[in-house]
């Protein structure tokens, strides 16, 4: 057989093979899910249901590792860094991804971050500790407008969900209060018990979790939750307002492609499970379905909207 011969039969082989072969079984062996916030919030405890789903679907483990720091920040910062198999993925929010590195500090850019799949999002919320003064949304605007700058108001992350829908409370509301930063929505929870601070913004599952502890005063939802059928949403009292944190996964940037399509996979198949819509649903967690063919757009369209609501909230020129 002629050399030519032999070399286009290789070429050809080699252009059928899979782009990957460690694509072919994915996922053969465990895999490791950092949470880069605190234990006890809405980013883990999804992250452990996922990982209770993934041993059953698929017979390996998910090892979920919580690694807080500068409002999800220090995961994100070492992302790049860490093993590009698949097998090391990491939470991953919006508008926390957009809008850090406009702060100058964070040791990431957005375009550093290579987000896989969104998985769900969460309406914002304003809650107090059930033995607050507050009994309604009315009662802490109208304090808030008698005494200034009086209310503090805690959230998980600066430059972050809660810290954009404090500032958006502030200027739709007409009212000056103080944002407290905590490193994650777990952190927070001890000092709205204590009464360290007059609420939180928050997230609607967060109302749902503390039930009983905690109340919920107005939610950014299309609609009331059964949960919280006396509750009104933001646009009921006035704010037009219905937003809140999108979740999901992200991978190193020089994960293969079809690596990134692997996990992608994965992730839908454990957000497609009924039994697990169903739960996350009646948590306060409205499902959404975006694969990583679907990140770009959804990036470029949702940080249209962070930018100008960071520009509205005078924290970026």
């Known amino acids: 057989m002629k050399l030519r011969s032999i070399l286009g039969i290789i070429a050809f082989g080699l252009a059928t093979l899979p782009l990957s072969a460690s694509a072919q079984n994915y996922p053969d062996k465990p895999i490791q899910y950092i949470i880069p916030f605190a234990a006890g919030g809405e980013s883990d405890y999804v992250a452990r249901l996922q990982a209770e789903l993934f041993k059953t679907k698929y017979n390996q483990s998910m090892v979920v590792l919580n690694k807080p720091g500068a409002g999800g920040g220090l995961v994100w910062a070492q992302l790049n860094s860490m093993p590009a198999d698949g097998y090391t993925i990491a939470g991953v929010n919006l508008p926390h991804i957009v809008l850090q590195p406009l702060e100058g500090t964070a040791q990431f850019k957005t375009e550093d971050i290579t987000p896989v799949y969104f998985y769900h999002f969460t309406a914002d919320a304003i809650v107090v500790p059930a033995n607050s003064r507050f009994k309604t949304y009315q009662d802490m605007v109208k304090e808030a407008k008698e005494k200034p700058n009086s209310l503090n108001i805690a959230g998980s992350g600066s430059m972050s969900a809660n810290h954009m829908a404090h500032e958006r409370f502030n ?106 819509r169903k739960k996350l649903s009646a948590g306060g967690y409205d499902l959404v379905d975006i694969s990583v063919d679907q990140i770009p757009e959804f990036i470029a369209r949702r940080s249209k909207d962070y930018m100008q609501d960071a520009k509205d909230a005078g924290l970026v020129k």
Do not use: C
Not at 189 to 196: F, K, P, R, T, V
Not at 201 to 221: N, T
């Open 171 to 276: 200027k739709q509301a007409g009212i000056k209060t103080t944002y407290v930063p905590f490193k994650g929505t777990g952190d927070l929870i001890s000092s709205m018990l204590g009464n360290h601070v007059d609420a939180a913004m928050s997230y609607l599952p967060f109302a749902i979790q503390q039930k009983g502890k905690m109340r919920l005063l107005a939610v950014a939802s299309e609609k009331r939750h059964p949960e919280f059928p006396d509750v009104p949403t933001f646009r009921e009292v006035g704010l037009n307002w219905v937003d809140g944190a999108y979740r999901g996964v992200a991978v190193p940037k020089s994960t293969p492609k079809d690596i990134q399509k692997k996990v992608s996979d994965v992730m839908a198949t454990l957000n497609g499970d009924p039994e697990m």
